[in-house]
């Protein structure tokens, strides 16, 4: 049966004291409504439409960053949950299969619980997700009858019978396509709130004699983003279960608290991840690695036997080989390091090409930008890079080249040759005392004028 994803993202989210829109707001440095489609994804959904209200415009974008096939749909005025899905009734009128039911800022609900519910939807025309709650306060209750749910009760309209009952609605539905539609269009605004609820569909589906039921999953799951202190939350939610993932992976976090994860961080087995070390979105890390103390990782590529850090930073674009060595208080920014170049100290590699067995000394700076345009700099396998040399890009040290420590080099190296671009020391005898003296005494004079 083919699946069709609808995530309601139409919310303006006042609680958050934002102008972004909620479902915009980050958990591990993806926008909340992507954790919603990335979960949808995996089902391989012939169609995925996003209903948009507020900043539909900003919401528009970020769908189209992650998925450019997705459709937004416009709900120009939020009449409620029912009305929110109406809003794809004609993107959908031609589809033929299943049509899940999810919400933007709840992005824990996973793949695995959806198939659930997909299983569960061979035998009922409608399948709505529940789950069992610790505090159930004022969330919907499932009203079952064995495997059938007989209702869904609000809060506010439960008796204390059903205020007793602990399995509650999450909102996530799943249906036919023409079922469900059908069913909407039969729902009336007769609450407090005047507006269309989706969980009307279970009580009319219910008096035409359609099978319902429910599929739980955990509470975690379900948890909706409606604040600050939510997205925080979240945020500890998600990083807790990527570490554990992590670890059952086979990878060794030192001291997991204090690894930060992205969305879709990549890290092979037998790579040792010391403390304090952030991955930002777009980074695999090869199996066998070490990714040493304080370093900040986003948008590399670092391949097997690498070591990065202490207190290195690969950017966008860093393309690390195996075996590499990058150093304390390194950036690595587009450039490629090729098999076994170390790069071990206080040095930036920019807009550059690096060869195998290379040796960048310390200090060292690829001058990529002249104040309007970025060069770039290629150096050669085996070569050696003095200590403080400045490589003015554009500009290639050829294969088993070397350069003096504190060159300015300007120009192409060739192969095997030797670059030394720096000027003639002059010692001048007896300066240097003469100097200091005179340094001493206008700093006393200083002193003195002070008190």
């Known amino acids: 049966m083919s699946i069709a994803l609808v995530i309601l993202a139409a919310g303006k989210g006042t609680r958050m004291n934002s102008d972004l829109p909620k479902v915009l707001h ?5 926008p909340m409504l992507i954790h919603a489609l990335q979960a949808g994804q995996a089902l391989a959904p012939e169609r995925i439409l996003v209903v948009a209200g507020h900043g539909f415009d900003a919401v528009q974008s970020a769908v ?3 998925d450019p096939d997705a459709q937004v749909v416009l709900q120009e005025e ?3 949950t029912a009305h929110a899905v109406d809003m794809c009734r004609d993107a959908l009128a031609d589809f033929d299969g299943d049509v899940i039911v999810l919400f933007g800022d709840t992005p824990f609900v996973s793949s695995e619980t959806l198939e659930k519910m997909i299983a569960a939807k061979a035998e009922n025309a409608v399948v709505v997700l529940g789950f069992e709650a610790a505090d159930p306060g004022k969330y919907g209750r499932l009203i079952m009858q064995g495997d059938s749910l007989e209702r869904i009760v609000e809060f506010a309209d439960a008796s204390e019978a059903e205020r007793a009952v ?13 079922t469900l539609f059908d069913l909407i269009a039969a729902i009336e605004t007769n609450n407090a709130q005047e507006e269309y609820y989706l969980t009307d ?7 035409q004699g359609l099978s319902v039921t429910a599929v739980a999953c955990d509470e975690a799951e379900t948890m909706g983003i409606n604040s600050r202190a939510h997205l925080a939350q979240a945020e500890a939610i998600f990083q807790a279960r990527a570490r554990d993932t992590l670890l059952d992976l086979g990878v060794t976090l030192q001291q997991p608290e204090t690894v930060m994860l992205s969305f879709d961080t990549v890290i092979g087995r037998d790579t040792v991840i ?3 070390v952030y991955f930002g979105p777009d980074v695999t890390v090869e199996s066998g690695t070490r990714i040493r103390a304080f370093s900040h990782l986003e948008g590399c590529h670092v391949s097997r036997g690498a070591t990065v850090g202490p207190y290195a930073r690969l950017r966008p674009g860093a ?9 304390n208080f390194v950036e690595i920014k587009n450039a490629q390091i090729g098999a076994g170049t170390k790069v071990n100290h206080l040095s930036y590699i920019g807009d550059a090409t690096l060869g195998n067995g290379t040796n960048i000394g310390a200090g060292t700076i690829t001058c990529n930008y002249d104040g309007v345009m970025k060069h770039h700099t290629t150096i050669g396998n085996r070569a050696f890079i003095g200590s403080n040399t400045m490589l003015v890009a554009p500009v290639t040290v050829g294969d ?3 350069t003096g420590s504190g060159s300015v080099i300007t120009k192409d190296v060739p192969e095997a040759a030797l670059a030394l671009a720096r000027t003639d020391q002059v010692n001048k005898h007896g300066v240097a005392r003469k100097l200091f003296d005179l340094l001493k005494k206008k700093k006393q004079k200083l002193v003195s004028e002070a008190k």
């Not at 602990?166 to 023409?178: E, H, I, R, T, Y």
């Not at 569909?201 to 008096?207: E, K, Y």
């Open 201 to 207: 569909v279970v009580g009319l589906a219910r008096a």
């Open 64 to 66: 189209a960053t992650y």
């Open 274 to 276: 010391e403390p304090n």
């Open 26 to 30: 980050p958990v591990a440095n993806a």
């Open 78 to 80: 939020q009449k409620g």
């Open 319 to 327: 393309e690390l080989a195996e075996d590499t060595h990058i150093g």
């Open 166 to 178: 602990s399995f509650c609605n999450s909102g996530v539905m799943l249906a036919d396509g023409k």
């Open 400 to 402: 088993e080249a070397m």
